[in-house]
């Protein structure tokens, strides 16, 4: 008898967190896989600017930098649209995002991934896993973040010191 009434107990819990329709998540993925996508080779600037809703809160990755706005969005944008080459985000595992206070899917996007790359400047190769998230407003990117070491990868990518020989002959 405890058996059963445990099975019920989890079967009615189970259809429970069942009943979340998945259609608004699946419509803004598939706006976040367009913003990605803009950086990647070729990019298109014209695009991204497209996608971003001009309240963007956005969560930079660049050390000390922390939450900006729409100006400072798209002054980041060309920094790595114009600064890299060859760039692809792989391995992609994008994964529905929830209400911080009630815990249930609520249509925001998250992504892990590794982007990889050249700096145009340097020709040096880069190749970083990272994490964004992004809700949607009006079709737009209205909230997003960053999580990736971008000071690490902008110090890899550096030209190489030049060494002066100082022997003495």
Not at 2 to 12: H, R, W
Not at 16 to 38: G, M, R, V, W
Not at 116 to 144: M, R
Request: aromatic share 12%; glycine share 8%.
């Amino acid at each position: 008898m405890k058996e059963l009434l445990l099975l019920c107990i989890v079967v009615s819990a189970m259809s429970c967190q069942n009943n979340y329709d998945l259609s608004l998540y699946e419509a803004n993925q598939k706006i976040a896989e367009e913003f990605i996508s803009t950086y990647e080779s070729p990019v298109n600037y014209e695009l991204f600017e497209s996608l971003v809703h001009e309240d963007i809160e956005h969560q930079s990755p660049m050390y000390g930098v922390g939450k900006v706005g729409y100006t400072e969005v798209l002054a980041q944008a060309d920094f790595y649209m114009n600064g890299f080459e060859n760039v692809t985000f792989t391995e992609a595992t994008w994964l529905p995002g929830v209400d911080e206070t009630t815990l249930s899917p609520d249509g925001s996007v998250r992504v892990y991934g590794i982007w990889s790359g050249n700096n145009s400047a340097t020709g040096k190769p880069f190749s970083l896993d990272a994490y964004h998230y992004f809700n949607v407003k009006e079709g737009k990117i209205i909230a997003s973040g960053d999580y990736f070491d971008a000071t690490g990868m902008v110090m890899a990518i550096q030209p190489d010191p030049v060494v002066e020989d100082v022997s003495v002959e």
